[in-house]
């Protein structure tokens, strides 16, 4: 089973309380997402393996310890994924990006594929996918499900809020999958909704609706 990590750091859970309060405005808003992402990807890469280089300090020769940007690959789902997408590329600037275009059909609830484009070396890469939200999970497994159909088989989930039927979901249908969220919310509403959750994540990251 897939462990499922909560990044509660006061910084995170500090600017998530903002980004949840409906009088946030889009600004704001997307500024918040783009701060959170980026301590959230402290939080995802502490187990990501360093190797030894030579370094000349101005006092003496050493070594020193580095991560290996080129083996990270980031994959935010279409479009509220692209919200947190900057503020990860901030802190792992060599890392390629793979773009899923998933949306969920509001009737039935269920992903609808619309968009897929990899980086051509992605399944050597350790890969990122990356979503606000994690509500019935079926968003995540469908882009997991491509990843994996392509090949990759290094992948974790990176979410702002997530709800604990999604994240049941997708620890089932991928058990090798890490998931770190910034908060696990109560439950789903009736129409799927993460509740208390922020709302519509692309709406209130691009304005819509
Ligand atoms: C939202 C969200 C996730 C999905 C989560 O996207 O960004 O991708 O819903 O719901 P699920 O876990 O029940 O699948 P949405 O479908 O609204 O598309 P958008 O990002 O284009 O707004
Ligand atoms: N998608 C969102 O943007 N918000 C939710 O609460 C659930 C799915």
């Given at each position: 089973m897939g462990k499922l990590v909560i990044c509660d750091h006061p910084l995170i859970q500090h600017k998530l309380t903002f980004i949840r309060d409906v009088r946030t405005n889009t600004k704001d808003f997307r500024e918040l997402v783009d701060e959170v992402a980026t301590l959230m990807a402290y939080e995802i890469t502490r187990d990501v393996e360093l190797e030894s280089i030579d370094v000349q300090t101005p006092v003496a020769a050493t070594q020193g310890k580095v991560i290996s940007g080129r083996m990270l690959g980031l994959v935010p789902i279409l479009r509220a994924g692209l919200g947190m997408l900057d503020g990860v590329v901030k802190l792992l600037p060599a890392a390629k990006v793979g773009?899923?275009?998933l949306f969920r059909d509001p009737e039935t609830m269920l992903p609808v594929e619309y968009y897929t484009k990899l980086p051509t070396d992605v399944t050597e890469?350790?890969?990122?996918?990356?979503?606000?939200?994690?509500?019935?999970?079926g968003s995540a497994i469908a882009a997991i499900d491509v990843l994996k159909k392509r090949g990759c088989n290094q992948i974790k989930m990176m979410n702002l809020v997530a709800a604990p039927e999604g994240v049941k979901a997708v620890q089932e249908?991928?058990?090798?999958v890490d998931i770190y969220v910034a908060a696990l919310d109560d439950r789903l509403d009736d129409h799927g909704y993460i509740v208390p959750g922020l709302g519509d994540a692309g709406d209130r990251?691009?304005?819509?609706?």
């Open positions: 773009h899923v275009g890469r350790q890969l990122i996918v990356i979503d606000p939200m994690l509500a019935t999970g249908a991928h058990p090798d990251l691009y304005g819509t609706k």
